[in-house]
């Protein structure tokens, strides 16, 4: 992902080199972002402190959104790396490959500065891996209770978060928190299906003790 983003980048500052004062483009793509589509983490920080014509923040300007995105957004990549690192074993098998990939494709939906809703399509493909690794014949049984409920907090966060967005602005109070709260409603949903596909790689105890590691100071 990395050799993919910076390779053709570093090749076109080679061919055009007046294309870099166009840089800032690139830069403003990680500035803070309260858009009530974005459903990454960026958004979910953003419209904590940041109001929009369609949400009023929950504590306005009382912190800066974008040390608070990065922080968490590395703990994201650092758990998911750290869930494929401790898993690098099952990534030789064909089932633990498919969940790898799953799991970091939903990781990097999740942490993308601003993922719209409806890119949070490229989710079924992650879903079909999952299905193809641990349910082939397509039968659910094969998830335990746990992930069938985790399966089903990202399928019930993606009918229900159209619904938030039929609210218009209100004005600041307990009604207006809680939309905004909802209104990262298929993130949450993403980061159960994250969640899920983690303990397909790993015991679920040591999934726990790599996120609690990712964010601890």
Not at 103 to 113: F, I, W
Request: proline content about 7%.
């Amino acid at each position: 992902v990395v050799a993919g983003f910076v390779v053709p980048l570093g090749l076109a500052a080679v061919a055009l080199p007046n294309a870099a004062l166009d840089s800032g483009k690139l830069v403003a793509l990680f500035r803070p972002d309260p858009y009530f589509t974005n459903q990454s983490i960026n958004g979910f920080v953003s419209r904590l402190v940041e109001g929009t014509d369609r949400m009023t923040a929950l504590a306005p300007g009382a912190f800066d959104p974008a040390p608070v995105v990065a922080i968490l957004t590395i703990g994201l990549a650092g758990a998911t790396v750290g869930t494929l690192w401790r898993a690098r074993k099952r990534l030789r098998t064909t089932d633990g490959l498919a969940v790898a990939l799953a799991l970091t494709l939903v990781g990097a939906t999740a942490g993308a500065p601003k993922t719209s809703f409806w890119n949070t399509a490229l989710l079924l493909v992650a879903l079909g891996l999952l299905l193809y690794a641990a349910a082939p014949d397509l039968n659910l049984g094969a998830l335990d209770r746990v992930e069938r409920r985790l399966l089903l907090t990202w399928l019930a966060t993606a009918f229900l978060q159209p619904l938030v967005w039929i609210v218009g602005p209100l004005p600041p109070g307990p009604i207006a928190g809680l939309v905004v709260v909802l209104g990262s409603l298929s993130l949450y949903g993403n980061l159960a299906l994250w969640w899920l596909l983690g303990r397909r790689l790993l015991p679920s105890e040591i999934t726990a003790e790599l996120v609690v590691a990712s964010v601890r100071p």
